[in-house]
């Protein structure tokens, strides 16, 4: 066999493993905004200290973005403590979102995605959270909001959701 149809031949065999070869994502940047409506005053909150991985497999790709409490700023640094205490930041440094989407899913302009969050010791599930996708070259752009449920500040409830919007670029690892 000369050597052209030896890698023709080499080329045939790997074909279907390279079809079905993980692919991996990075977050490349991150802007996580919190607001709160609080009938004593509205607080926002920013983090861009998230970290996130996705690895797709047969078709199918799994993300994890994890983010520290300690790196949201309100800009006023005791209300910042005191949310860590709120939260028990100390205990639960980490907020962590999981989700799974179809791999074709980035070809879209909107995806519905499902959500667990686990955020102070708790896991709270979000179903069908729209995203906004906007493909850059090799990065991708998702950016959207999701609801949150509300805590109690000095014994009175804030109003009934404290969305965290989420402006994300992730790239091929």
Same mark, same amino acid.
Request: aromatic residues 6%; glycine residues 6%; proline residues 0%.
């Given at each position: 066999m000369n050597k052209p149809h030896r890698v023709l031949l080499v080329l045939v065999l790997l074909a279907p493993k390279l079809a079905h070869a993980d692919s991996q994502w990075l977050l490349e940047q991150s802007m996580l905004t919190y607001h709160v409506s609080h009938p004593l005053h509205q607080i926002d909150g920013v983090s861009h200290a998230a970290r996130g991985k996705g690895v797709c497999h047969a078709g199918q790709c799994d993300f994890l973005i994890a983010v520290p409490v300690k790196s949201f700023d309100s800009g006023d640094s005791?209300?910042? /403590?005191?949310?860590?205490q709120a939260t028990r930041g100390a205990q639960f440094p980490i907020v962590s979102v999981r989700t799974r989407l179809p791999e074709a899913a980035s070809a879209s302009a909107t995806i519905h995605a499902d959500l667990e969050i686990e955020f102070a010791g708790q896991t709270a599930q979000y179903k069908q959270v729209p995203?906004?996708?906007v493909t850059q070259g090799n990065q991708i752009r998702i950016?959207?909001?999701i609801p949150a449920d509300p805590p109690s500040l /000095?014994?009175?409830p804030v109003k009934n959701e404290i969305p965290v919007r989420v402006e994300m670029t992730w790239r091929p690892q």
């Open positions: 005791n209300r910042d /403590l005191h949310m860590l995203f906004q996708i950016s959207g909001t /000095l014994a009175i």
